[in-house]
């Protein structure tokens, strides 16, 4: 299995408190996503990262904010978290070759109350 | 119009059935295929690319259709194990992005 960890795991927060996710991977890929998956919308890109420093908004980017300042490291951050973000968020990561899959990591099951 | 479409199912199939799984795109440079298997609770994983000339993998077999803008998975002698939720998968011209289908829930009986 691909090396990428998400912490935490799970999070219960309150509406209007700042979150932050971690995604960490072993593998030195320099791309690096952000999805979150609701029922009957399946993955939705949020912000996607080609190299430390860089990155990029995805399909649903409003609300949230990224960080790459190592390549092993992609931090998501909500500024101040919705109930309309309650979601399953997982990292993926990509090799540089063109048309390479993406390996997942567990994910992270938020609740905002 | 959603970017990749599949149909939501879900399909309750009984074991040893032949399914098909479709999944239509709407951007005509799209470059690379995949379809990914879920299981309930889990992350996304990948079960195989698809080619152009097509490909299979023992039960599985995956086609590409660039003229109409699908990508079919073909599942032989479905077993109960194979019981999850199939998500196709398309890479942009780039390759930065892959965008996923809202998936197939796949249930094999006994």
């Known amino acids: 299995d691909a090396g990428i960890t998400q912490s935490p795991r799970h999070k219960v927060t309150e509406t209007g408190t700042p979150v932050t996710l971690r995604c960490h991977q072993t593998e030195n890929h320099r791309y690096m996503y952000w999805y979150r998956q609701d029922p009957g919308h399946g993955l939705r890109l949020i912000h996607y990262s080609y190299g430390v420093k860089d990155t990029d908004k995805g399909e649903v980017s409003d609300g949230y904010s990224v960080s790459r300042s190592k390549t092993e490291d992609f931090l998501l951050t909500l500024e101040s978290a919705t109930s309309s973000q309650t979601s399953v968020y997982f990292c993926?990561?990509?090799?540089?070759?063109?048309?390479?899959?993406?390996?997942f990591g567990q994910g992270t099951r938020l609740t905002v109350v | 119009r959603k970017e990749v479409e599949q149909d939501p199912g879900p399909f309750n199939v009984p074991e040893g059935a032949t399914v098909a799984f479709n999944c239509t795109y709407s951007n005509s440079a799209s470059q690379s295929f995949f379809w990914y298997r879920q299981d309930c609770r889990k992350e996304p994983k990948l079960l195989m690319s698809v080619y152009s000339s097509g490909n299979e993998d023992g039960r599985f077999t995956a086609q590409l259709n660039r003229a109409s803008q699908y990508i079919s998975l073909l599942i032989r002698d479905s077993k109960l194990s194979d019981s999850a939720t199939y998500l196709c998968?398309?890479?942009?011209?780039?390759?930065?992005?892959?965008?996923f289908g809202a998936g197939t829930r796949l249930f094999v009986k006994a």
């Open positions: 993926a990561i990509r090799g540089d070759r063109v048309n390479t899959e993406a390996f």
């Open positions: 998968a398309v890479g942009r011209t780039g390759g930065f992005k892959t965008i």
